[in-house]
């Protein structure tokens, strides 16, 4: 069974930065796109954006030009790189593979406040 684990959330107040990480147990990891996602309050869990086996993210347009995504292969990690962040950038943040999901982890609490 695939384990995702998020990690590097936390409080910051508004315009900062942070940079979470996905990681996985399996050892075919390289292979799949990985996706971002994040469930605010009160709100569904949101499409944020994805990259490709290769390296070819894809963000929505809400938070384009704020975040990034990078993968590093050595690593059999994900990035998720985001910059002037905002109070409704608040949620949990969570990964997956969008096209053969497995369990969701526990994802990791941004809160972003003055």
């Known amino acids: 069974q695939v384990q995702l684990v998020e990690s590097g959330g936390g409080a910051v107040q508004p315009g900062g930065s942070l940079r979470l990480t996905c990681a996985a147990s399996?050892?075919?990891?390289?292979?799949?796109?990985m996706a971002w996602y994040r469930q605010a309050p009160g709100k569904q869990r949101e499409f944020i954006g994805d990259?490709?086996?290769?390296?070819?993210?894809t963000i929505r347009d809400s938070v384009k030009g704020r975040f990034t995504i990078t993968r590093d292969h050595a690593k059999k990690t994900v990035y998720l790189q985001m910059n002037s962040l905002k109070p409704d950038d608040t949620a949990v943040y969570y990964c997956?593979?969008?096209?053969?999901?497995?369990?969701w982890g526990q994802g990791t609490q941004v809160t972003v406040s003055s």
């Open positions: 997956n593979r969008p096209n053969a999901m497995v369990p």
């Open positions: 399996d050892k075919i990891f390289n292979i799949y796109t």
């Open positions: 990259i490709s086996s290769s390296g070819r993210p």
